[in-house]
Every structure is written in structure tokens, then in C-alpha cells.
């Protein structure tokens, strides 16, 4: 967890950072306050008087952390006008003691947020795990929790109540903020993927222009190749045009289905390395639909990764969708 705040200078910053131990249940055996003091455990009480000592100047880029069972779990770093709290839950850790700080981490946003003190905030899944879903601006393949404004969502997406309805445990506002958490208490890292990549992709659909990425290169987990591979072909190779060097294909889809996202990975391949899985090379990639309907609701990625979308209009003549 990664939450910024505004900071009233280092002594309330500390009081708040007490404040947040004593709300999330931590069990603090010490502070360790590098730079400041020896990095050994220590009272709050010696933390508070060391930093009354320094000025903001001598103690940046320093912070200072709780010790909960040996460990710095809770962190806190100053960054003048702004102050972070870090959390990071480390993967040998008991099933229940993940479980504890995962809930301690929502505990701790909330709050902040009812405070009014939040500027930007998230909570994330460690590991690699469903690194090859799209990336959105406003949320990283990896998020298990956001705070964001409507502002923001309608910033990003043409249609914002895809992300509204992402697949969310919690929805909570907070003023004009809004804390979004989900899988807090998944600790299989397949069946989170599992349950997130179709909200990933109804995302990457419903976003505006620019506001997702895809990473195609990046290989998936082989315990998550299934959920990586779902969802049928709907992609047919139809044709090469090979004075212009386009690759073509058609798509047709069944009420409610859409393409699937290994076959949007496979085209932004194709279209990064300019060649055929048989190492043909290409200038354009073309998708075409029959209706301008469909073409419109899956043109969003596609066009993202650099592939024409093309439609018959009703004349039966091409259009291209742009």
C-alpha cells in the first residue's frame, strides 16, 4: 500500500502515523528510524525526540517505520508538502497474518480518507501474476484497492460505469473520494487473475483513447495459462494483400461475446515486430466486422495496439472505424 498525504510537517506526521498503528491493531515491538537514530528498535517516545532535533532538510529522504514481529510492516517516508505511508506484506507470512494486515491496510485508508488528509492512495498484489492484463491509468494490473474521484474515472473512460461495476467487494465514498477494493482476501493469486481479467478487458474497452497499455511481450505464469488463454478464437485469418503487406481477418461474435484478450495480445505481437507468427512480414494489421455496432463496442483495444477496424456500412460497402 502506497498512500500520500498532506503533510503538516514531521511531528504531526508522526502523531498521525502513531494514530494509524493504535486504529489498524499493530502489535509494535519498536520504531526504526534510520539516519535519525540507530536502525535497532526503539520507543516512540525517542523517535519523537530525535526528530524534534532535525530540521525537514537533514531528515529527508529518511522516514521511519512500526515493527510489528520483527518485521517493518508499516513505513512512513517525508516528502515536504507531502508525506507517504507504505505498507508491504511479505510472502513467507502466515495465511492469517496476511489476512490481518490486508484488512489493516483498508482500516488505515479509511481512516485517513475520513480525515480529508488523502491525495493519492492504493493497495497492490506483490508478485508477477497478471502482468499481461491491459494497464489503465487510473489502475495497474495489480490493484487491489483505489482511492479516486468520478473526476478522475470520467477522465478516463468513455464509459465510466464499467469501472464502477468492475467486479469491486467495496465501494465507499469519502467527500469527493471514493475508496475501491476487491480480492482483499484472495491469497490464490490464479483465482484472483481468474476473477479480474474479465473486468480488465471490459475496461480496456470502455476506455478513452490513450489511457491503457498492453503488454504482449510479458509471458504468463504456467499456473495461470488457462485463464490467460479463455475465451475461444473469434479472430479468422481471411486474407494477405501483399503489395501492401496487410494481414486481414474477419471477426464474427455471438450476442454478448467479445474478442478475446490472448488475441489481442497476439495482434499487438504482430504489429511490434511487423511480422506473421510464420515470420511474414506486414505493414498493417486489418479486423473486420459486419456491422458498425460491433466494430464500435471492440474497436478500443484493438485500435490502442495499432490494428485497423474496418465494418460493412449499410450498402455493404467498407467503412474503417476509427
Known amino acids: ?61 529518511a522516514g521511519f517505520g512500526a515493527i510489528e514481529g520483527g518485521e517493518e510492516w508499516l513505513g512512513y517516508c517525508h516528502h515536504g508538502e507531502t508525506a507517504r505511508i507504505m505498507t508491504s506484506i511479505g510472502h513467507e507470512l502466515s495465511a492469517k497474518v496476511k489476512l490481518k494486515r490486508m484488512r489493516a491496510q483498508r482500516v488505515i485508508l479509511r481512516h485517513l480518507l475520513r480525515s480529508g488528509q488523502v491525495v493519492t492512495g492504493d493497495i497492490r498484489r506483490q508478485g508477477s501474476f ?44 469519502f467527500g469527493e473520494q471514493w475508496l475501491l ?52 478464437q473469434t479472430l479468422e485469418p481471411v486474407g494477405f494483400l501483399k503489395q501492401e503487406r496487410v494481414a486481414e481477418y474477419s471477426c464474427l461474435l455471438e450476442p454478448g461475446e467479445h474478442i478475446s484478450g490472448w488475441e489481442i495480445l497476439g495482434l499487438a505481437g504482430i504489429r511490434e515486430t511487423g511480422k506473421l507468427p510464420r515470420g511474414r512480414k506486414v505493414e498493417a494489421v486489418r479486423v473486420v466486422f459486419l456491422d458498425r455496432e460491433t466494430a464500435e463496442r471492440e474497436k478500443r483495444p484493438l485500435v490502442e495496439v495499432g490494428v485497423e477496424v474496418w465494418c460493412y456500412g449499410p450498402d455493404g460497402e467498407r467503412e474503417r472505424v476509427e
Not at 499481461?132 to 495497474?140: F, G, I, V, Y
Open 130 to 173: 497478471g502482468r499481461w492484463l491491459p494497464e489503465l491509468s487510473l489502475l495497474k494490473c495489480n490493484i487491489l484497492g483505489l482511492v479516486t474521484t468520478k473526476a478522475e474515472v470520467e477522465a478516463a473512460f468513455e464509459q465510466p460505469d464499467v469501472f464502477w461495476n468492475a467486479g469491486w467487494d467495496s465501494v465507499e465514498q
Open 181 to 232: 477494493t476487491r480480492g482483499l482476501e484472495d491469497f490464490d493469486s490464479v483465482s484472483w487473475v481468474e476473477r479480474a481479467a474479465p473486468h480488465y478487458w471490459a475496461m480496456a474497452r470502455a476506455a478513452k483513447p490513450g489511457q491503457c497499455r498492453y503488454y504482449w511481450v510479458t509471458k504468463p505464469h504456467k499456473a495461470e495459462q488457462d485463464v490467460y488463454s479463455a475465451g475461444r
Open 1 to 61: 500500500m502506497d498512500v500520500d498525504i498532506r503533510s503538516s510537517g514531521l511531528e504531526e506526521d508522526l502523531r498521525i502515523f502513531a494514530e494509524l498503528v493504535e486504529v489498524a491493531e499493530l502489535k509494535v515491538d519498536g520504531w526504526r528510524v534510520p539516519y535519525l537514530a540507530s536502525s535497532r528498535p526503539c520507543r516512540f517516545e525517542r523517535v519523537l525526540e530525535r526528530v524534534q532535533a532535525y530540521e525537514p532538510s537533514e531528515f529527508q529522504p
